[in-house]
């Protein structure tokens, strides 16, 4: 059973932190936001990013020198984005839970799930977070055959709790499954991130299908 709530599933669309904008425009990076819109794409076309309340349930970045880029809150993954449609974070503050950044609109809602598995991982270039119901019931079979790393317990989406230990549960890991609501994948690029989403998305449905 996947135990996702309708609250849970609005993730990326409902953000609880201050968010305070240093400039209007991001920086402009120009290869890895033509990459970050394509697995956008992709997400939405391969249904990891569904869409709930008008917006796709779903985050997407890239690190940058000052911090990460990614999808803004209330992005609908699916219409050609480009550079000026993500936020850059550049500073986060857990304890203020505050979130600083370049851009035009409010970073998705678990940019601290983001800022977390950066400052923990510094080969990790690029964080997907999608969701995924036959990955969250295959999720012992993932663990099992691809060394799937699984969170302890199902926590709210964009809380603390939920960065810390999403971020702890992965460890040195190259996917997580955050229990009762979706994954993440890592990889030094989005590319490489976005790969492992669809091969863990296509090796669900398999096992699914026995
Ligand atoms: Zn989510």
């Known amino acids: 059973m996947s135990g996702t709530s309708e609250e849970n599933r609005e993730c990326g669309i409902r953000h609880t932190f201050t968010v305070k904008?240093?400039?209007?425009?991001?920086?402009?990076?120009?290869?890895?936001a033509a990459r970050l819109a394509h697995w956008c794409n992709v997400f939405d076309a391969?249904?990891?990013?569904?869409?709930?309340?008008?917006?796709?349930?779903?985050?997407?970045?890239?690190?940058?020198?000052r911090g990460f880029m990614i999808t803004a809150t209330r992005s609908t993954l699916k219409s050609g984005l480009g550079w000026r449609d993500f936020v850059e974070v550049v500073?986060?503050?857990?304890?203020?839970?505050?979130?600083?950044v370049l851009g035009e609109r409010p970073p998705s809602s678990d940019a601290f799930l983001?800022?977390?598995?950066?400052?923990?991982?510094?080969?990790?270039?690029a964080v997907l977070h999608g969701h995924d119901d036959v990955v969250l019931e295959r999720a012992d079979d993932l663990a099992r055959l691809h060394g799937v790393r699984?969170?302890?317990?199902?926590?709210?989406?964009?809380?603390?709790?939920?960065?810390?230990?999403?971020?702890e549960a992965?460890?040195?890991?190259?996917?997580?499954?955050?229990r009762g609501h979706g994954f993440a994948a890592v990889g030094k690029s989005v590319d490489e991130a976005g790969a492992l989403a669809v091969f863990m998305h296509r090796e669900a449905v398999r096992l699914a299908r026995g």
């Open 21 to 32: 904008v240093r400039d209007r425009l991001p920086n402009h990076y120009p290869e890895e």
């Open 46 to 65: 391969e249904g990891l990013a569904p869409v709930v309340g008008g917006a796709s349930a779903g985050n997407l970045s890239f690190r940058t020198p």
């Open 91 to 100: 500073r986060e503050d857990l304890l203020g839970w505050e979130i600083h």
């Open 114 to 125: 983001h800022g977390r598995i950066y400052a923990a991982r510094p080969d990790v270039g």
């Open 150 to 167: 699984v969170t302890a317990q199902a926590r709210r989406f964009g809380t603390r709790m939920d960065a810390e230990e999403t971020a």
């Open 170 to 178: 992965l460890g040195d890991g190259s996917f997580v499954i955050r």
